[in-house]
């Protein structure tokens, strides 16, 4: 249903929002309740907040796209993640979700390497359709 362009227009019409912003909140929404049982339970019980929400399914899933992580592996992550989260900020959280992930599993270091150098715009340049 969330994944129908006139259903995302009609998120972000009602919220005020630009359509890529509720596109990406609906993929989020999506994540936490098909996904993410635990943390959705979590948010729901107000031991979480959205932000703290959004930074477990992404800290996962650089987990889960590691070579030789086992799903046990990640489960075990996010039981982790949920253990740390409640007392902390937004910030804070995510910097210790990701210290955490970088110290038990070093390996999926390359992985989120390999994200932010695809999502770099080369310096002076925006991206604009424009090949020249």
């Known amino acids: 249903m969330w994944r129908s362009p006139c259903a995302i227009a009609e998120v972000a019409v009602t919220l005020c929002l630009p359509e890529t912003t509720?596109?990406?909140?609906?993929?989020?929404?999506?994540?936490?309740?098909?996904?993410?049982?635990?943390?959705?339970?979590?948010?729901?019980?107000?031991?979480?907040?959205?932000?703290?929400?959004?930074?477990?399914?992404?800290?996962?899933?650089?987990?889960?796209?590691?070579?030789?992580?086992?799903?046990?592996?990640?489960?075990?992550?996010?039981?982790?993640?949920?253990?740390?989260?409640?007392?902390?900020?937004?910030a804070r959280f995510a910097a210790k979700a990701r210290r955490l992930r970088e110290g038990t599993h070093p390996e999926s270091l390359t992985v989120r390497t390999r994200e932010a150098i695809s999502k770099k715009v080369p310096r002076g340049r925006g991206r604009t359709g424009w090949p020249g």
């Open 22 to 90: 509720a596109k990406a909140l609906a993929a989020q929404a999506r994540d936490l309740v098909g996904a993410r049982p635990q943390v959705m339970a979590a948010l729901r019980a107000g031991t979480l907040s959205w932000r703290h929400a959004c930074t477990i399914p992404d800290e996962t899933g650089t987990l889960a796209g590691t070579q030789d992580i086992m799903a046990a592996d990640v489960d075990a992550f996010e039981a982790a993640l949920l253990a740390v989260a409640p007392g902390t900020t937004g």
